[in-house]
């Protein structure tokens, strides 16, 4: 069983940016595919990035966003840069025991309850 909490989300200007952590409970951490994920009002939860011992991102963030970990911590960071008004949405972290980096919310074993981004034009 693994426990997820993310934090760092707020209300920041088009621009801007934010670092979300997502820290997990056990001690396997390291064994754990990450993801983070964002939903939108009225929109499907959608991919943005995923870390095991590499790294692999959605088109519409490549080159901003950049997700990291440190096991030691048991924790995920996602560094969002150059904030834009449609990265707006609610962000989650995920986790499931494999060493391949899925895209797919259904991959996923384990949430995180979330936390919001806005992002102000």
């Known amino acids: 069983q693994v426990q997820l909490v993310e934090s760092g989300g707020g209300l920041v200007q088009a621009g801007g940016s934010l670092r979300l952590s997502c820290t997990a409970s056990g001690r396997t951490f390291s064994s754990y595919s990450i993801g983070w994920f964002r939903q939108a009002p009225g929109k499907e939860r959608e991919f943005v990035a995923a870390i095991m011992r590499t790294t692999y991102y959605a088109d519409s963030v490549k080159g901003r966003f950049t997700i990291s970990r440190d096991n030691a911590k048991s924790t995920v960071y996602l560094q969002m840069n150059s904030l834009k008004p449609e990265d707006t949405a609610v962000y989650y972290c995920?986790?499931?025991?494999?060493?391949?980096?899925?895209?797919?919310?259904?991959?996923?074993?384990?949430w995180g309850q979330g936390t919001q981004v806005t992002v102000s034009s």
């Open positions: 995920s986790a499931e025991r494999s060493l391949v980096l899925h895209t797919r919310p259904t991959d996923y074993d384990y």
